[in-house]
């Protein structure tokens, strides 16, 4: 399974590379059972299985090659075993709280709160110290081998996947897809949807970032009072909501009806709570006219 995981990959960016053949898209070949020995006897653990059947085929990614892991790196044995002794060399110094919990903030349980530990090792490098690991070192959740996407300067930590064949198949997948591709001015395979981003950004008018930017705010402040609302533990204060209101009806007209769906949506579920507080439903209707809900304002006319 991981043998061909790592054969589709080879094909999915030997199509890239026929799309862009003024870049270099390339991967090494396959790893040597002594570069497995070499590697587990620096790390001081062994690599399952699945690892290795992906690295016989190919061991990471020429030196010379753009990035071909999501905006990453892919390394060889050779670069892991270098970039894990960069890291080791400052944990054995004491820059870090060595084995302390909560120093970082994993977005998952399965995730320990360390600030780094030994047994993260990395498999993926973006230039700038951030690293897809294989994590060997789980809480009692986790699963050994998880992926984990570390940054140098944060302190979170996400979890990516459970497993490395379950991260590469998607990531496979993807590229098969082409939610992946190749951008010049990266020097790597990234994802569709930033390079999309970014180009409509540079096609938008002074004007139409100056409007984004607006209905960005709005939309932001809608979000934290309807949060304030919804978190109230007790009794939901209708001023609230009709402050609300007023930021809802005054967003600019020309904010896009995708927008308001979601402003409906919002309102439509707060509804639903303040008639259940009030004990409300579809036949005090009548009742509940006199004093109405507020809902969403109506869509902006799109001429």
Known sequence: MSQAL??????AIQKIQKQHPDAILQLNEGA??????????ALW?????????VYRVCNGQNEDSAYVFAGQEWLSLARIAEEWG?????YDSGDFPND????????DEAVRSLWWSPKWIPFGHDGAGNHLCWDFDPSADGTAGQV??????DALIELKAASFGEWLEEYVEALEESDFVFAPEY?????????????EERSLSPEDLALRDKWQHTQAEMEQSLQAVFDDAGEMDMKQVLNL??????VDADASNAHWDEVEDAFSQLEQELRAQEGLDTADADDAAANPVPTAAPKPRQD
Do not use: C, T
Request: hydrophobic share 40%; net charge negative; no cysteine.
């Open 45 to 53: 653990l062994q690599l399952p299985e699945d690892i290795k059947a």
């Open 187 to 199: 020097n790597a395979i990234i994802d569709a949807e930033i390079l999309f981003a970014e180009e």
């Open 245 to 250: 209101m007023k930021k809802v009806q005054g």
């Open 32 to 41: 040597s059972e002594a570069d497995f020995s070499e590697l587990e006897a």
């Open 100 to 107: 302390e919990e909560g120093q970082s903030a994993p977005d």
């Open 86 to 90: 960069v890291w080791k060399g400052l």
């Open 6 to 11: 790592a054969q589709r990959l080879q094909k």
């Open 148 to 153: 984990i996407h570390y940054y140098h300067d």
